[in-house]
């Protein structure tokens, strides 16, 4: 079986739009279940650590996959350059669907307690080390450059459909034979993506595509790939509107929101239509970037979407009630979600494929890594000042991601390829 294609400049099936691409659609197809078996295996997780042990506890299992998953983070990005993003992410798929088929089989024949349920999220968060630059890496090498913006918005309708799908497939899964069912789900949904994966053909990196620094250390070539991007015109500068967009985004937009429905008396129906107007917008921002596969301006366009979602952020604590706050919602969802894919588009085309491991994992670990800081940080300020201020400042800490890429000429006038 064929697994790689060579670049061929010129021929009319290298632009083949990406919705009409049978491989981009089986990468497609992987990555959705992928995500939907994370959905089933996060619920199952919680719903067995609340079973096995205090609510304190719980906590503790679910955040035991965020220590390994960000010390490891920019070494996995390595491994992903080093290897291939294809060969990474199937071997990541394979160790992820034994160890929760290993937890699911362990619930079936006896009550282990809360530490195999620890240990798996332990394995979880180190596998997501290495699974998560790979993922961002492999795009580049299933389609062309003139395809990736799309391939980002379809991208986005998959990880729309796993968080509608994956929540309601693991309830039913735990209601019909306990977390044990669940995590086989989980497992089954995981393990579907490894032979869509072995379908894909991988375009092959020009020559001149490959990195100097191939065959070096580990060390050398992640010292090398954090070279690469501090010098590059567009890639710092968008590593620093990243990083700033996120950290103030995920404060409020998690822990900062069912506060503010707490507070206002919203209750759980209330932020249900709040959280369902996030997802519309950010699903209509996916969707627009599928149909139309490129726009215009896009380091503009991407800086004006981040300040235009900033002031929505701080409007979302002053919204006199849910109507209002749903649709201030949606306003965050559409000017994130499209921000967040042309992002993620000029991260893929602005970099050397030679180097996408690595500049997704520093990208990763921004997101991953430190913006979930912010929660807690965040849950603290709105217990001492209240949801308005502690929003208004993060709105500002957003805004400034904006800021960056509208004074930074090389961002701002970045474009994707046509």
């Known amino acids: 079986m064929t697994t790689t294609a060579p670049v061929i400049p010129g021929r009319a099936a290298a632009e083949r739009p990406a919705h009409r691409d049978g491989n981009v659609l089986r990468w497609l197809a992987a990555y959705t279940s992928s995500m939907v078996g994370d959905s089933v295996y996060y619920l199952a997780l919680s719903w067995a650590a609340v079973q096995a042990g205090t609510p304190a506890q719980a906590g503790l ?23 291939g993003p294809r060969r990474v992410v199937i071997g990541s798929d394979v160790v992820r669907c034994a160890a929760v088929l290993a937890v699911a089989v362990l619930l079936f024949a006896t009550d282990p307690g809360l530490w195999p349920l620890a240990a798996l999220a332990v394995v979880f968060g180190t596998v997501d080390a290495v699974f998560l630059p790979a993922v961002g890496a492999l795009p580049a090498r299933v389609t062309s450059h003139g395809q990736l913006a799309r391939v980002q918005g379809m991208r986005g309708l998959g990880i729309r459909f796993a968080s509608v799908v994956g929540g309601p497939l693991g309830g039913l899964g735990v209601a019909l034979g306990g ?31 490959k990195a100097a620094d191939a065959g070096g250390t580990a060390w050398h070539e992640l010292v090398a790939g954090l070279r690469y991007i501090r010098r590059h015109r567009v890639l710092a500068p968008l590593m620093v509107a990243i990083t700033l967009g996120d950290l103030g985004f995920v404060g409020p937009l998690n822990v900062g929101l069912v506060l503010l429905a707490d507070e206002r008396g919203w209750g759980a129906v209330g932020m249900g239509w709040v959280l369902a107007g996030f997802g519309v917008g950010a699903g209509a921002a996916s ?6 596969g490129r726009l215009p301006y896009a380091g503009h366009t991407a800086a004006y979407a981040v300040l235009g979602g900033s002031v929505a952020i701080g409007a979302l604590a002053q919204a006199p009630g849910v109507a209002v706050a749903a649709g201030t919602a949606l306003l965050v969802g559409l000017l994130a979600g499209l921000s967040g894919a042309l992002c993620a588009a000029l991260l893929q085309t602005q970099s050397d494929p030679a180097y996408l491991g690595r500049v997704t994992a520093v990208a990763s670990l921004a997101s991953l890594g430190l913006a979930p800081l912010s929660m807690p940080l965040s849950a603290a300020a709105i217990g001492a000042w209240g949801t308005g201020p502690v929003f208004a400042v993060s709105a500002m800490v957003c805004g400034l991601g904006g800021v960056v890429a509208l004074c930074v000429p090389g961002l701002r006038r970045a474009e994707l390829p046509r």
Not at 71 to 82: K, S, T
Not at 287 to 292: A, D, E, G, S
């Open 287 to 292: 969707l627009l970037l599928t149909v139309r």
């Open 179 to 209: 977390a044990a069912a669940a995590f086989g789900l989980a497992a089954l949904l995981i393990a579907v993506s490894v032979p869509l994966l072995l379908s894909v053909r991988m375009r092959e990196l020009p020559s001149d595509d």
């Open 61 to 83: 299992v679910m955040t035991a996959s965020a220590v390994p998953r960000a010390l490891l983070m920019l070494g996995g990005g390595v491994i992903a350059d080093r290897f």
